[in-house]
């Protein structure tokens, strides 16, 4: 049976909204990961024969297939292609799962996976409403659809309200939202202090360590805000922050292994993706780790770590209480409300973390998920090696 296995990963640090990454073009954060890859990979940029990212959004600076862009930004070699993929916030796990194939259907021997977004430079949304408007159109991709109005109605298709839909349902009260989001900051802040994540980021000019992380917020202060939604439960304090960054993964084949003489890090165990109620939006990562589990024929307590995406702490806290997962080895180094989901990088970004906190407690499957737009999520598996 073929193998898929990661071999290298790294990523920036993640910058706030108008932080230290704001002013960089997307492609010279994907040039950096890039560059960086290669040269910890060390091996000849001619030898990858596809380079796929992740990136929302792609209007401007983003436009124009940023994976090539940035693999050419980097000033590797030309005769290698790219291409970039839209699953909304799981654009670049679904990236890791096109490289994976790729190697696991023999076609391909060594694929680069990865992801950028730079959401200070183009606002989450903003591309479609100032692509849309001057052409005459709609603004919304579901607006003006009769097939879509016939199946959903006029119902509001927003992640906020997605959000609240779940704590209504999950019974998942605003209190309940600020504890877990100010553990996902004590994480970080303490994964920062212990150099976690030290050798999965390379420092870009002044930014060496991510910035989303905040070491004087308190459950006061996250009670001082107000809902996002009048009468709701969600604050910002309890949503993922709006950031910049890249991330970027090799992979390889047995044969590329051997012939380019690489250290496997991970072998890619599973991989799958579900859908499930789009108006909702945010709850697939329920019935896809309940597939992913059921395919492979794990269990979650066989499972060492897993990183699922903080988009908002609703969509994590129904998450543990469905899979009955152990909450301590949940997103152990903080998650997206502390650290920032830079779109069409956080997959990318998470796995990259993902496999450096194997290697550094020894264990040895970790797990991946993330709710997306269009109610999906995609499920990774990785087995440390």
Not at 16 to 28: F, K
Not at 341 to 357: D, F, I, R, S, V
């Amino acid at each position: 049976m073929a193998e898929a296995y990661i071999v290298e990963a790294v990523r920036t640090p993640v910058g706030r909204r108008g932080g230290g990454l704001g002013a960089v073009h997307p492609a010279d954060l994907g040039a950096h990961v890039l560059k960086e890859l290669v040269g910890r990979a060390d091996i000849d940029p001619a030898a990858v024969e596809d380079v796929v990212f992740g990136c929302l959004d792609a209007v401007g600076p983003q436009a124009g297939d940023i994976a090539r862009t940035s693999w050419l930004a980097a000033g590797l070699p030309e005769e290698v292609p790219g291409t970039t993929v839209d699953r909304q916030c799981g654009s670049s796990q679904q990236a890791v799962h096109f490289a994976a194939q790729a190697v696991l259907s023999g076609t391909q021997d060594l694929v680069v996976a990865g992801g950028v977004q730079n959401m200070t430079m183009v606002p989450i949304a903003f591309a479609s409403r100032q692509a849309a408007v001057p052409l005459g159109l709609t603004e919304g991709p579901f607006a003006g659809s009769e097939g879509w109005r016939a199946r959903y109605g006029e119902r509001p298709v927003n992640q906020f309200v997605g959000a609240e839909m779940i704590a209504s349902k999950w019974g998942i009260s605003r209190e309940d939202q600020q504890e877990y989001a100010l553990r996902s900051h004590q994480r970080a802040v303490r994964a920062i202090d212990e150099g976690r994540f030290e050798k999965e980021t390379v420092a870009y000019g002044g930014v060496a360590v991510d910035e989303g992380p905040r070491r004087d917020t308190s459950l006061e202060k996250m009670a001082a805000l107000k809902p996002v939604i009048d009468g709701g439960t969600v604050t910002a304090a309890c949503s993922s922050q709006v950031s910049d960054g890249a991330a970027a993964l090799l992979l390889a084949s047995e044969r590329a292994v051997r012939e380019h003489g690489l250290r496997p890090r991970a072998r890619v165990h599973h991989l799958s993706v579900r859908g499930e109620d789009p108006i909702r939006m945010l709850t697939a990562p329920i019935p896809a780790t309940a597939y992913a589990l059921k395919k492979t024929g794990l269990s979650l307590d066989t499972i060492d770590l897993v990183e699922i995406n903080e988009a908002f702490a609703p969509v994590v806290l129904a998450w543990l209480k469905e899979t009955g997962a152990d909450p301590a080895k949940v997103n152990v180094n903080g998650g997206a409300i502390a650290l920032g989901h830079p779109l069409g990088a956080t997959g990318a970004k998470l796995m990259t973390t993902l496999l450096h906190e194997l290697e550094r407690t020894g264990g040895r499957f970790g797990l991946q998920t993330m709710c997306e737009g269009g109610g999906q999520a995609n499920v990774t598996i990785v087995e440390r090696v």
